[in-house]
């Protein structure tokens, strides 16, 4: 019940085009929902993190979209560039005494071609 | 740069050793995590730290331990080490550790046990 599951494994987008990378959770205990970008050789580092009493959260070109009742969110990279290409990972958290120990998603890892 | 400094960056050893590895959280940061990075595992979060105590343990083999020193690094004790605890290990660190507090991820330190 703790998992996150992500999807796509891979994903391979030109340049200006949208990417979608999609996870799904369980536990509905979870209360806020990160992504994180990261290059080879570095950490990850956050790049977006939304809470579910939203829909909704733009910065940027990078967009989430929350879907409580299905347990869904997303997040979408408008005009990607090859900058972009990384692995992302999606995480969750839940409140309460275990802190913010984060669950993360497989992630996805993003090839934005020139 | 996240701020968070781990060391020693590589760390090759062979089975049945003990190593240690070190982190420097954000200067300000009285929380520290780990995480572990594999292949087959993903990103796991091991253990968390609040100024000095242990505050959530997650998919820690016994083998494995860790501490929060007053001036607030942390260490990460692994041994009897076996082949598959090969890993890229991460430390983060936050403000506190409260739900929303976005954790900062050091650079790794990728341990290779032969």
């Known amino acids: 019940q703790q998992q996150v599951k992500q999807s796509p494994q891979s994903l391979i987008v030109q340049k200006g085009g949208i990417s979608i990378i999609n996870c799904a959770y369980e536990n509905t205990a979870f209360d806020y929902f990160p992504w994180y970008q990261q290059f080879p050789g570095k950490g990850p580092a956050l790049l977006i993190a939304?809470?579910?009493?939203?829909s909704e959260k733009k910065e940027g070109r990078f967009t989430i979209s929350f879907n409580k009742s299905a347990k869904q969110f997303s997040l979408h990279i408008m005009d990607s560039q090859p900058g972009d290409s990384a692995t992302y990972f999606c995480?969750?958290?839940?409140?309460?005494?275990?802190?913010?120990?984060?669950?993360f998603g497989e992630g996805t890892q993003l090839t934005v071609n020139p | 740069d996240s701020g968070v400094t781990q060391t020693p960056k590589h760390l090759i050893t062979a089975t049945g050793q003990r190593v240690t590895l070190r982190c420097s959280p954000r200067s300000g940061d009285l929380s520290v995590y780990w995480y572990q990075q594999s292949l087959d595992q993903g990103l796991q979060f091991l253990i968390q730290y609040y100024n000095g105590e242990e505050r959530a343990k997650g998919n820690i083999l016994e083998r494995f331990s860790a501490q929060q020193f007053p001036d607030l690094h942390s260490e990460l004790n692994l041994s009897s080490l076996e082949l598959g605890d090969s890993a890229l290990y991460f430390c983060?660190?936050?403000?506190?550790?409260?739900?929303?507090?976005?954790?900062?991820f050091g650079p790794g330190t990728r341990l290779t046990v032969l």
């Open positions: 939304i809470r579910p009493d939203v």
């Open positions: 995480a969750a958290a839940t409140p309460g005494a275990s802190g913010s120990r984060l669950t």
């Open positions: 983060a660190s936050s403000v506190r550790w409260g739900l929303y507090n976005e954790q900062f």
